[in-house]
């Protein structure tokens, strides 16, 4: 079993930047792909990046990419979310989970952090 939390969101201008993360609880962290995704009001999960068990891979949505980077730190049990240029249709909740293969897709994460919000206004 293993329980992740999500901290860092908040509200920011358009432009800024936060940092998210992901911190996983249990034993077997480090054999887990860690993924994030968001989920705006009214609209389906989506999927942004994901980073595989030791941190050496990475998918990024082309949504992001190029502004969001994420990393690894498996000695900590973390995994960082780091959001720059931040846009208005950023907004949403943000959110972690684990999956024991490496994917974009919702349907292999196991285990989902509870989420954080993150307001970016104009």
């Known amino acids: 079993q293993l329980q992740l939390t999500e901290s860092g969101g908040g509200l920011v201008q358009a432009g800024g930047s936060l940092r998210l993360s992901c911190v996983g609880s249990?034993?077997?962290?480090?054999?887990?792909?860690v993924g994030w995704f968001r989920q705006a009001s009214g609209k389906e999960r989506e999927f942004l990046v994901v980073?595989?068990?030791?941190?050496?891979?990475?998918s990024y949505a082309d949504a992001v990419k190029g502004r969001f980077t994420i990393s690894r730190d498996n000695a900590k049990n973390t995994v960082i979310l780091q959001m720059n240029i931040l846009k208005p249709e950023d907004t949403a909740v943000y959110y972690c989970?684990?999956?024991?293969?490496?994917?974009?897709?919702?349907?292999?994460?196991?285990?989902w952090g509870q989420g954080t919000q993150v307001t970016v206004s104009s």
């Open positions: 980073t595989t068990s030791s941190g050496r891979g990475v």
């Open positions: 249990g034993r077997t962290f480090n054999d887990y792909a």
């Open positions: 989970a684990a999956s024991r293969l490496f994917s974009r897709s919702r349907e292999p994460y196991e285990y």
